[in-house]
C-alpha cells in the first residue's frame, strides 16, 4: 500500500507499507525526491528508523532529534505522517490534508527558506569572496556513459573530501540517454523502466538527492562543482545552492535570458523551470576537509513526449503547482536563444573561466 504528500514549496514523500492478512502494517520504507545531507550511515539509519517507528505508532519528532548530524530538506514529520496514513487510507486526498498542508507551510518544515535574496548586496558580497577564495579548476570531461557518470561524479567528490583533488567544475559530457533518479527515490515509482529500455535510456541512480533527471546528449547540460566543505561553512542549506550556482545565473542573464532561482534548488524564468540542483556533503577523510557535491542539469531541449513516456510523475507531485504536467513545467533554454547547444555549453564554459580566476 502506497501513499504520498508533497509539502507546499518543498519535496516529495512517498511511503510503501507492508500488511499481514488482517490488514495489520508490518513494515514501511520511505522515499521521494527530499534531500538529507549529512552523515552518509546515519542518513540511511534514519530512513529506517522513522519507517519503524510509523508502524510501531510512535512519534517521529524523537527519531529526528536522535540524529544531530543529517538534516532532512523539503519535508518534515507531518509530510512523512500524512503519507504513512494515506498509504493505510486512514487519510484522504482532501480537507484533511489540506490542514496538514497548512502546517507543514507554516511550521517547521525545513525547505531551504533561510535563503538570501539574490538580489541581496550582501548576498553577492559574500558570495564573491567565496568563489574568488575558491578558485576551482574547470573541466570539460571527456564522454562517459550514465553509469561511468555516476562513479566519477561520487569518486571525485571523495578525492576533494581526501585533500587529493582540488576544488574542480566539471562539465559532463554524455554517450548516452539516461534517466538518473535522486538517491532517495523510488525507481518503480519514478520511471517507466520498460519504455526506458525500449527507448534505449540508462536508468541509473546518483548519490544525491532530489528529483529524476530526463538526459539526451545535445539536449541537456550537466555541471558538477566538487569543492571543500569549507566552501559553504556557516552557510544556510538554502543558500548554499544559491551560492554554488551564483556564477550560472550571472551566465543566463549575460545572454539576456531573466533567470532566477525558485525555491531550494531550481533555477527558473517567468516561463517555467530551466533546471534544478542537487547536493550531498561528504566527510573528512583522512586529513582532508569533507567535500560538497553540487550538480545541476540544465534542459537546452526536451522531447517531451518521450519525456512523458518515460518518466512517470506522481499528481501530488504538482498539487501545488500551477501546471498539470511535468512537460509543462519546464521551459527549454533552446526557446530563449538563437545559440546552437555547442555554442551555449561552450558559453557556460569560458563564462565559468573568466569568473573568479
Known amino acids: 500500500m502506497r501513499g504520498e504528500y508533497k509539502t507546499p514549496g518543498g519535496k516529495l514523500v512517498g511511503v510503501d507499507v507492508i500488511v499481514d492478512k488482517g490488514g495489520k502494517p508490518v513494515s514501511s520504507t520511505i522515499d521521494g525526491d527530499f534531500f538529507i545531507l549529512g552523515d552518509d550511515d546515519a542518513a540511511r539509519a534514519l530512513l529506517k528508523d522513522l519507517g519503524a517507528a510509523l508502524v510501531a505508532q510512535k512519534p517521529l519528532a524523537p527519531i529526528f532529534r536522535s540524529y544531530p548530524s543529517v538534516r532532512l ?3 518534515d514529520d507531518v509530510a512523512i505522517s500524512t503519507a504513512y496514513r494515506r498509504a493505510l487510507r486512514t487519510e484522504k486526498y482532501g480537507s484533511e490534508s489540506e490542514k496538514c498542508r497548512s502546517i507543514c507551510a507554516n511550521v517547521g518544515v525545513d525547505d531551504g527558506s533561510d535563503i538570501l535574496t539574490s538580489n541581496n548586496d550582501a548576498f553577492h558580497q559574500l558570495n564573491e569572496k567565496r568563489w574568488r ?8 570531461d571527456v564522454e562517459r556513459d550514465p553509469a561511468q557518470q555516476m562513479v566519477t561524479d561520487e569518486q571525485w567528490a571523495r578525492q576533494v573530501a581526501a585533500g587529493k583533488r582540488p576544488a574542480t567544475l566539471r562539465f559532463w559530457s554524455w554517450s548516452g540517454p539516461a534517466v538518473v533518479v535522486g538517491r532517495f527515490q523510488s525507481i518503480g515509482q519514478e520511471v ?19 528529483g529524476a533527471m530526463f538526459i539526451e546528449p545535445g539536449k541537456t547540460i550537466t555541471y558538477s562543482l566538487y569543492a571543500p566543505k569549507g566552501f559553504i561553512e556557516g552557510v544556510p542549506v538554502g543558500e548554499s545552492f544559491h551560492l554554488c550556482d551564483q556564477w550560472l545565473l550571472g551566465a543566463l542573464q549575460s545572454l539576456g535570458i531573466p533567470a532566477f532561482f525558485s525555491g531550494t534548488n531550481d533555477i527558473a524564468c517567468a516561463q517555467g523551470k530551466i533546471g534544478g540542483a542537487a547536493q550531498r556533503l561528504f566527510s573528512p577523510v583522512g586529513g582532508g576537509p569533507g567535500a560538497l557535491l553540487h550538480h545541476v542539469t540544465l ?12 518518466l512517470k510523475t506522481s499528481p501530488e507531485k504538482l498539487r501545488d503547482k500551477s501546471v498539470k504536467s511535468a512537460v509543462k513545467r519546464v521551459a527549454p533554454i533552446r526557446r530563449q536563444t538563437d545559440m546552437t547547444f555547442e555554442v551555449f555549453s561552450a558559453y557556460l564554459e569560458e563564462y565559468a573561466k573568466l569568473s573568479y580566476n
Open 73 to 75: 530538506v523539503g519535508a
Open 299 to 310: 534542459a537546452y531541449d526536451i522531447d517531451g513526449e518521450k519525456m512523458g513516456r518515460i
Open 133 to 140: 577564495s575558491l578558485r576551482p579548476l574547470v573541466v570539460h
Open 192 to 210: 517507466n523502466v520498460k519504455a526506458a529500455k525500449q527507448a534505449g535510456f540508462a536508468v541509473v541512480r546518483r548519490s544525491s538527492g532530489g
